[in-house]
């Protein structure tokens, strides 16, 4: 099966909003644009459709727009209706907390709560009245690749690394959908990434979770991710399986898959 029917690139002006999220596709992104406040566009009529259960990682040049795409799918910033669709319904219309808790959003670098990595845990069922078990909260450690002798540790007791699978812990807590990813090994050393990528690929087989991940490293996103796109200029110039990306057709991509492999 070809990238392109994985993910499909969809010309907007033929396509209508079509409610094809039975057809396994999380999120629809139709037309989505976003221009800077001196003016400068830094989306330029992004549509693409993001297949659930999928890792789908977005990889371009720095200042390509990756990040600001990402941050639609949550609402960190405001949408124009009609651009973005979860499950068919347009996410402006969504009550926005419950959104993220849908889908959830790790960083580049975590950022933890004061108190315990136990209380970091507990912290998005508690905002919905759910207190988590010791139990429970191994369990989501576990998920992680933690184990329970870090529920009583602080955030200045642990490294980068572990810091940021708490991040994940304490997201994966709320329950979500769809996991965003923003460069979220970036800061660490090779064993940390490996331990998040093996997380990732775990969620996806095991708990069916759609990932969206921004990478600035091609080798990550061919170790994890089932289909690319590459984003240049606030566009997707071209959706690839990860073993294709030598085959990308675009100049810019290309010169950025060269240079950066």
């Known amino acids: 099966m070809s990238a392109e ?23 629809e992104i139709r037309g989505l644009r976003k221009v800077s406040e001196a003016g400068v566009p830094i989306l330029n009529g992004i549509s ?13 040049p720095s200042g390509s727009g990756k990040s600001t795409m990402l941050r639609a799918l949550n609402r960190l910033w405001e949408p124009q209706s009609n651009t973005v669709f979860l499950d068919g319904h347009d996410i402006v ?10 889908v959830g959003m790790l960083f580049q670098l975590p950022v933890l709560f004061q108190g315990t990595v136990a209380d ?12 988590l078990s010791d ?6 450690l576990t998920l ?25 812990a ?25 331990n998040i990528e093996d997380v990732i690929v775990k969620l996806k087989k095991k708990k069916g979770m759609t990932v969206v991940m921004v990478s600035h490293s091609i080798k990550q996103i061919q170790r994890v991710a089932d289909v690319v796109c590459l984003l240049v200029n606030g566009e997707i110039v071209e959706v690839l399986k990860p073993g294709e990306l030598s085959e990308a057709k675009h ?8 240079l950066s492999s």
Do not use: W
């Open 144 to 168: 992680a690749d933690l184990d329970s002798s870090f529920l009583s540790k602080t955030g200045g007791e642990l490294s980068v690394g572990q810091a940021q699978r708490v991040a994940l």
């Open 135 to 140: 139990e429970e909260v191994s369990k989501l």
């Open 251 to 258: 100049p810019m991509a290309q010169r950025f898959l060269q």
């Open 93 to 102: 219309d969504l009550d926005v907390l419950g959104l993220r808790r849908k």
């Open 120 to 131: 970091n845990i507990r912290y998005g069922p508690r905002l919905r009245g759910k207190k």
């Open 170 to 194: 304490r997201t994966l807590a709320n329950e979500p959908e769809v996991l965003l990813l923003d460069e979220p090994t970036s800061a660490l050393d090779p064993i940390s990434t490996q």
């Open 5 to 27: 029917h994985l993910l499909l690139t969809v010309d907007d002006s033929d396509h209508q909003h079509s409610n094809h999220h039975d057809r396994g596709v999380k999120f």
């Open 48 to 60: 693409v459709d993001i297949p659930k259960g999928m890792i789908v990682g977005i990889i371009g």
